[in-house]
């Protein structure tokens, strides 16, 4: 099975980073921003104060995403698609900024939709069946991701309606959580060259002993011994009378 390349474990790290790190820059600028009541969106929203800060952010963290989908050789196409769907909707989430006195700002909801459907539901296209196949790829593991996000989506959209006022907090948590995900599944197919190396010289090893085996070829010819005079049987000696 093919690895994952260098560069895509740097996206994937990268994306977490930068994601947590945006949001906090961002609203650090702000004046009055609760982070546990107030969305992310809105600092990136028109009117917020340096909201290049986090409309960079969203811009730079899809790259990352999509660099990282590229770069994930061992996982499934559909889901390596699909993680490309949606960081480009998190593209558009950027270009799409909420505006003040808009409660349904219609393209931003739709564009965050399609980013949160995207970016929760790739890992079951991701996934595949084998003993050799890495854990993160595994179809248990990838439901159980899937089934995690999907409830921490769930949370962030009923307090939404609801109004409970923990909507940064759920988008924060669901969003991490998003972020994160993808790099996990980097680490797992990452393998060391070194075991690589050693785990095909030894199959080859294998392989090669098995050849000759079949063939009725010996591995290693090696000389006969005669036994010395002291390991030579004590013989009887007969005479004729």
């Known amino acids: 099975m093919r690895d994952v390349p260098w560069w895509g474990l740097i996206s994937s790290a990268a994306a977490p980073v ?20 107030d969305t992310v969106s ?4 028109q009117g ?32 390596r698609l699909i993680l490309i769907a949606g960081a480009l909707a998190g593209l558009l989430v950027a270009a799409n900024p909420e505006h003040p006195g808009d409660l349904y700002p219609i393209p931003h909801i739709i564009a965050a939709s399609a980013g949160f459907a995207g970016l929760v539901t790739w890992p079951a296209g991701a ?3 084998g003993s050799a196949v890495p854990w993160g790829l595994r179809p248990a593991v990838a439901a159980t991701a899937v089934a995690v996000m999907f409830a921490l989506v769930l949370w962030f959209g ?5 109004g409970a006022g923990q ?13 994160v995900w993808p790099l996990a599944v ?12 050693e785990g095909r010289e030894g199959q080859g090893g294998r392989r ?19 036994p010395g005079p002291a390991e030579q049987p004590d013989q009887q000696v007969t005479g004729e009378h």
Not at 209 to 226: E, K, T
């Open 18 to 37: 930068l994601l947590i790190g945006g949001w906090t820059v961002a609203a650090s600028l702000q004046p009055q921003y609760d982070p546990v009541a």
């Open 42 to 45: 809105a600092l990136a929203a």
């Open 48 to 79: 917020a104060i340096d909201r290049w800060v986090m409309t960079l952010t969203f811009l730079v963290v899809g790259c990352c995403y999509i660099v990282t989908a590229l770069a994930l050789r061992p996982a499934g196409t559909a889901g």
């Open 127 to 129: 996934c595949r069946r």
């Open 158 to 162: 009923a307090d939404l309606v609801l």
């Open 167 to 179: 909507v940064g907090l759920a988008e924060r948590v669901a969003g991490g959580a998003q972020a």
């Open 186 to 197: 980097v680490l797992s197919c990452r393998r060391p060259v070194a075991a690589l190396s």
């Open 208 to 226: 090669g002993a098995q050849d000759r085996a079949a063939s009725g070829l010996p591995g290693r010819m090696v000389p006969h011994r005669y």
